[in-house]
């Protein structure tokens, strides 16, 4: 089942909500005051990157952190800087 993520915009709670289908999404409400004033959220993807026992002066590609609403991944890519 997708995990969706949502934001209400009554009082501002971040909430994630496992759904078995799409059509389910108009039945969801915050979890805190119950409105239906919510927006989906664009969800990060997790990727696992492993290193194939290759030298250990490549970047690492992927940088994990942890977020409100679970675990967040950032892709680094080769020559980009914030």
Request: charge should be negative.
């Amino acid at each position: 089942m997708p995990i969706y993520e949502f934001k209400c915009q009554d009082c501002g709670k971040e909430f994630e909500v496992y759904l078995k289908n799409k059509d389910e999404i108009s039945q969801v409400t915050c979890p805190d005051c119950k409105s239906k004033n919510i927006n989906r959220l664009m969800s990060v993807v997790n990727a696992i990157v492993s290193d194939s026992g290759g030298s250990s002066d490549k970047p690492n590609l992927v940088e994990s952190h942890k977020c409100e609403t679970g675990t967040c991944a950032i892709g680094e890519l080769p020559g980009y800087s914030r």
